[in-house]
């Protein structure tokens, strides 16, 4: 038996639930933030992926097809479609070291990629000098 004047040590329940809530909420909050960084990280992972296709596609068109002003489209590996247009470029610098056998020329892209129902679009935009004919 204990004495009269003794106290009985410990937590008392409301002391225990304060304290469970607080772990609680701290769980949650790392959990949240995990949560978020792996949504981030794939968003990141699928638009590397769109960027690397979309330079693919411009570098491709680039260096086999002579830049005449109209658009071409086409399909990229069962990934997407894609379509180029090629225009004069909107207000070229006047530069005189230019001789006017030059002319400067937009070439824009556009890239849907088909993923699980998704569809993302890549747009890449480039400036090409090239000699008039």
């Known amino acids: 038996m204990k004495p009269c004047g003794a106290r009985q040590r410990g937590f008392t329940l409301l002391e225990v ?19 978020m960084g792996l949504r981030l990280g794939s968003r990141s992972a699928d ?21 005449e002003q109209g658009s071409e489209q086409g399909s990229l590996q069962d990934v997407g479609r894609w379509k180029v247009f090629v225009r004069p470029a909107e207000n070229p610098s006047a530069d005189p070291s230019l001789s006017s056998a ?32």
């Open 17 to 35: 639930l304060v304290a469970m809530t607080i772990v609680a909420l701290g769980v949650v909050t790392v959990v949240e933030v995990f949560s």
């Open 47 to 67: 638009q590397t992926e769109a960027m690397t296709y979309g330079r693919q596609v411009m570098d491709d068109f680039l260096v086999t097809t002579k830049l």
């Open 102 to 133: 030059w002319e400067l020329k937009e070439v824009a892209m556009e890239l849907r990629l088909s993923d699980a129902g998704r569809e993302r679009l890549v747009e890449l935009k480039t400036l090409r000098l090239t000699k008039k004919n």
